[in-house]
């Protein structure tokens, strides 16, 4: 069975970093991409940075240079630096759907497969 599990969400003080894990356990072959979504309360859920299997990364403009993301064989991270109040959120980890053969670039990514959410919460 397909299943992401993702861990190392806390509340810290602005300013403060905390690194997420996320555990890909339904997986043989390898995946074309991962990423990290968040949602605040009360906002629709956006794309915090992505990773394919060339470990090409990309980010949103409001966590380039404090966030990182990266992965080793099946579990995937975040590392979060410098964080903000406006980082509060949920995180998911999510990964693409598609068969490994069919690229190695997050362009077109089917992300089909989430994990249940850890919570980060930022306090000023």
């Known amino acids: 069975q397909v299943q992401l599990v993702e861990s190392g969400g806390g509340s810290v003080q602005a300013g403060g970093s905390l690194r997420l894990s996320c555990v890909d356990s339904?997986?043989?072959?390898?995946?074309?991409?991962m990423a990290w979504f968040r949602q605040a309360p009360g906002k629709e859920r956006e794309e915090v940075a992505t990773i394919d299997s060339r470990h090409s990364t990309r980010y949103r403009d409001s966590v380039k240079g404090r966030f990182t993301i990266s992965k080793d064989r099946n579990t995937l991270y975040l590392q979060m630096n410098s964080l903000k109040p406006e980082d509060t959120a949920m995180y998911y980890c999510?990964?693409?759907?598609?068969?490994?053969?069919?690229?190695?670039?997050?362009?077109?990514?089917?992300?089909?497969?989430w994990g249940q959410g850890t919570q980060v919460t930022v306090s000023s």
């Open positions: 999510a990964a693409d759907s598609r068969p490994f053969s069919w690229g190695d670039d997050c362009a077109g990514a089917d992300f089909g497969v």
């Open positions: 339904g997986n043989t072959y390898g995946r074309i991409c």
